[in-house]
């Protein structure tokens, strides 16, 4: 398999900071990834650490021509968007064209605004994912209250850490995506999807808690048609059929064990189904 070239493309002030994230945390490391991000926020972008910063208060032909060039030569696009904002409104329809025009796999993470947020930016937030279910190979569509059970698992509950948490989970799912893709380009058609990560002393344990990762639930797990697990070692017999009894008899289930020297076993784990 050809060598692939990924982009991964922060939308609005939540993706750029999510994309800061990963910089941070090294992901993409060892693949061939160029980070991007696109914005109304021009102070942001001047300060982010992506390759390349597009401020979408320009003209709609420069900004489509800066958005071509930065994703030119991609196999692999991920986008990392709020759905609500006004630059996920603007950016998404010239990043999906873009990436479509090149035949790239294109995955998508998008949080909806909360509940209690107004109805503009929750209109924005249907235009956004109709679009992105519409033209993305895979869509993880997350409703941000599930970010909020995310952090309250963890004890931690203010509105910063909420966000917070979105970039952290945001930047876990990424990882597994490029390490999919990394392994077989095949693994880029989920529809619509979810993914939990879960660490344990046995392969099960890890897989235990991956299942009950706060963005999953049971319902989704039994409706795929798809499931992708990632083990970082460990007797992976027993997680197997752990994960066997919970699926369908008839789902598609990609399996792999990576030697890894820790104390712990990871797992990570990614549910897709075609009907959205």
């Not at 503009?120 to 993880?140: G, P, S, W, Y």
């Amino acid at each position: 398999m050809d060598k692939l070239k990924i982009k991964v493309v922060g939308v609005g002030e939540g993706g750029a900071k999510a994309v800061g994230k990963m910089i941070a945390a090294s992901v993409g490391m060892g693949k061939d990834v160029d980070f991007v991000t696109i914005g109304n926020d021009e102070n942001l972008l001047l300060v982010s650490a992506a390759k390349t910063n597009i401020f979408l208060n320009r003209d709609s032909t420069m900004i489509y021509k800066r958005i071509t060039a930065a994703l030119r030569g991609a196999n692999v696009v991920v986008i990392v968007a709020g759905a609500g904002s006004t630059a996920a409104m603007k950016a998404l329809p010239e990043i999906l064209s873009c990436a479509k025009n090149q035949n790239a796999t294109i995955f998508a993470f998008a949080n909806r605004p909360f509940v209690l947020e107004s109805a503009a930016r929750k209109q924005n937030a249907e235009f956004c994912m109709n679009i992105l279910h519409r033209e993305a190979d895979t869509v993880f569509d997350v409703p941000t209250e599930k970010f909020f059970v995310f952090r309250l698992h963890q004890m931690q509950v203010s509105l910063a850490e909420v966000f917070e948490a979105a970039n952290d989970v945001f930047a876990q799912g990424v990882d597994i995506c490029l390490d999919m893709v990394a392994k077989d380009d095949s693994l880029g058609k989920w529809g619509n999807a979810t993914f939990g990560c879960g660490l344990g002393f046995t392969a099960l344990e890890a897989v235990k808690a991956a299942v009950k990762f706060p963005l999953l639930d049971a319902d989704e797990i039994k409706r795929a048609s798809k499931i992708f697990v990632r083990l970082t070692g460990g007797n992976d017999v027993p997680a197997k059929k752990f994960i066997r009894d919970m699926i369908a008899a008839d789902a598609k289930l990609f399996w792999r064990v990576d030697n890894a020297a820790s104390d712990k076993i990871f797992a990570s784990v990614v549910f897709g189904r075609k009907e959205v």
